[in-house]
């Protein structure tokens, strides 16, 4: 026999408790401005170094074998771009000479918001949400880096989400294609305002929808760019979002609705750039 | 102790895999539940309580890192944990056909709430389209994962439980 009898709860006082628990911490959370913080950190050096490692291993293996079947095609291709070169440094020179003009006007009008003045983070994902109902992933940094809730992600020159939630070595980040996501957005063109949601459906055919947009005058068309709105409160004005795809006037007949289809593509991203101004 | 270690270790790598190596593994965008397989296999293999614990800890988990709201997900996983230890009387080592179900229920039951508290309240009427695009997936995935990883935790299991006669056995 032991030596002495060990001292247990009958399972239901557990449930009970666990479950009072549970919709306490979810009250919490709803009224409080979330009382994780130790919490996170705990669990941040336990799992993310986990997570990166397995990441590690899997970019080493597709890497591997992506330099043996690239070799053959890396020796083909050289001798293409060499020529390529040639043609791109004539008409770099070119460029460089629009761009210096191009420089001057925009001094001129004083419209110097470009987001290549922002401050940015590079960061890899390492995680993604464990179920199939939402779009949320894990980078590898975090407020050791100087992230913080609220700071805007992008990758491929647009949008891809925001922070939601950040730790000493993670971020979790929420796609604009996300179920949950709503943000304010225009057409570049004729700055009329619209909001833009993901939405779950239109998630696995890679499209976004937005709603909301009045166009009294029909001037929006399709293949129009789409981007963050001035007065948004979280994201940062004019950033990409991506192009208008389908464009219907709503039953009001007041305003329009459609989709756009996102410049970045979410099913194939591994490295993201954080914006670290926030609005 | 054994156990709590070696359960501990089985969550946090099924989950780490879970979020990584599953999620680039999915077929037509859905990847396969692995944490309500350990918390439906442990519940109906050694009861409610164990169930409850290994749940609430599986559910606690994916609420620190991906949840909106702590404690749905804790709340989910424990509910469904302890519902599987109402099995356990009935359960035989050998059995294969009731594991099978009861983990496909449990599943569907999960994507079910999920699909009730997440989607439908906030006005995503769509149904059909959820059930087929994602529940029945999702589904099937897990019930094929399962047939791996429910014999994995049923050795492990195994080992524990002689591993626990040997040592109650010496104090005789």
Redesign the interface.
């Known amino acids: 026999?032991?030596?002495r009898k060990k001292f247990?709860i009958p399972?239901k006082y557990?449930?009970l408790f666990?479950?009072l628990?549970?919709?306490?911490?979810?009250l919490?959370?709803?009224t409080t401005d979330?009382a994780?913080g130790p919490?996170?950190t705990v669990?941040n050096y336990?799992?993310v170094p986990?997570?990166k490692g397995?990441?590690q291993i899997?970019w080493w293996i597709s890497d591997k074998k992506e330099n043996l079947a690239d070799l053959k095609e890396v020796r083909a291709k050289n001798q293409e771009l060499q020529q390529q070169v040639d043609e791109l440094t004539a008409e770099n020179t070119i460029l460089q000479q629009d761009k210096f003009e191009l420089e001057r006007l925009r001094e001129l009008v004083k419209l110097d918001s470009e987001y290549s003045d922002y401050q940015k983070v590079g960061a890899r994902i390492?995680?993604?949400?464990?179920?199939?109902?939402?779009d949320?992933f894990?980078i590898d940094k975090g407020t050791n880096d100087g992230l913080a809730v609220d700071m805007n992600v992008i990758a491929g020159g647009g949008l891809v989400g925001i922070i939601?939630?950040v730790g000493p070595d993670?971020a979790?980040v929420r796609s604009i294609i996300d179920?949950?996501t709503n943000v304010s957005a225009m057409i570049e063109t004729t700055s009329d305002r619209c909001i833009v949601q993901g939405n779950?459906?239109l998630m696995?055919d890679g499209i976004i929808q937005f709603s909301e947009l009045s166009d009294k005058e029909n001037k929006v068309n399709v293949g129009d760019k789409v981007v963050t709105s001035i007065i948004s409160s979280k994201y940062l004005p004019r950033i990409l979002i991506g192009y208008v795809k389908e464009i219907n006037p709503d039953a009001n007949n007041l305003t329009k609705s459609g989709t756009i289809t996102p410049v970045v593509d979410f099913?194939h991203l591994e490295e993201v750039l954080v914006i670290t101004d926030l609005k | 102790m054994k156990r709590t270690l070696v359960v501990t270790v089985l969550i946090i790598i099924c989950y780490v895999l879970q979020c990584t190596l599953f999620q680039s593994l999915a077929l037509a965008s859905i990847s396969p539940n692995l944490l309500i397989v350990v918390t439906s296999s442990f519940g109906f293999m050694r009861g409610k309580k164990e169930g409850l614990i290994i749940g609430f800890f599986c559910g606690f988990l994916i609420d620190i890192f991906y949840g909106d709201i702590l404690g749905f997900y804790a709340l989910m996983y424990m509910l469904i944990g302890y519902g599987n230890g109402f099995f356990h009387k009935i359960f035989f080592d050998e059995d294969v056909k009731l594991p099978m179900i009861l983990i496909t229920l449990s599943e569907i039951i999960f994507s079910f709430v999920i699909y009730f508290f997440l989607f439908l309240l906030r006005n995503r009427l769509e149904f059909p389209y959820y059930l087929v695009h994602v529940i029945i997936p999702e589904v099937v995935y897990t019930v094929v994962v399962t047939v791996i990883l429910y014999r994995i935790i049923l050795w492990i299991n195994r080992k524990l439980e002689a591993a626990e006669k040997r040592s109650a056995n010496k104090f005789v």
Do not use: A
Request: aromatic share 10%; with cysteine; hydrophobic share 40%.
């Open positions: 026999m032991r030596k247990s399972s557990l449930l666990l479950t628990l549970c919709i306490g911490l979810m919490l959370t709803f979330m994780t919490l996170r669990s336990v799992f986990i997570q397995i990441n899997g390492i995680g993604k949400d464990p179920g199939n109902w939402f949320k894990l939601t939630e993670y979790t179920d949950t779950l459906q696995n099913e």
